[in-house]
């Protein structure tokens, strides 16, 4: 079994700053078993959307959009990713999913963290 368990996301003024984190739980995370790790966003009316990844090694990749105000980075011994999220803009606003690969078996979503930023 396993579980993700997400949080930090919240009400941010433009400009202002936010980090989501999303934390793996359970057997189904076991040693090794975590491949890549991402960040999708889903505004409403619009569609799901990469934010950020993160591979095993490290690399990142990120959405034009966010470049240089975003940093995915990741914890494999607390099964944890994160984003921290810097110069927010309104158009930013949506519902955050951390999303984890494994390397046997299904990927895990997490339930989703609202983040506004108002103008």
């Known amino acids: 079994q396993g579980q993700l368990a997400e949080s930090g996301g919240g009400l941010v003024q433009a400009g202002g700053s936010l980090r989501l984190s999303c934390a793996a739980s359970?057997?189904?995370?076991?040693?090794?078993?975590?491949?890549?790790m991402g960040w999708y966003r889903q505004a409403p009316g619009k569609q799901r959307e990469l934010v950020a990844a993160?591979?095993?090694?490290?690399?990142?990749n990120y959405v034009d959009s966010v470049k240089g105000r975003f940093t995915i980075s990741r914890d494999n011994a607390k099964n944890a990713v994160y984003l921290q999220m810097n110069s927010l803009k309104p158009e930013d606003t949506a519902v955050y999913y951390c999303?984890?690969?494994?390397?046997?078996?299904?990927?895990?979503w997490g339930q989703g963290t609202q983040v506004t930023v108002s103008s």
């Open positions: 993160i591979t095993r090694g490290g690399r990142t």
């Open positions: 999303k984890i690969d494994r390397v046997i078996g299904p990927e895990y």
């Open positions: 359970g057997s189904n995370f076991g040693i090794n078993n975590i491949n890549a």
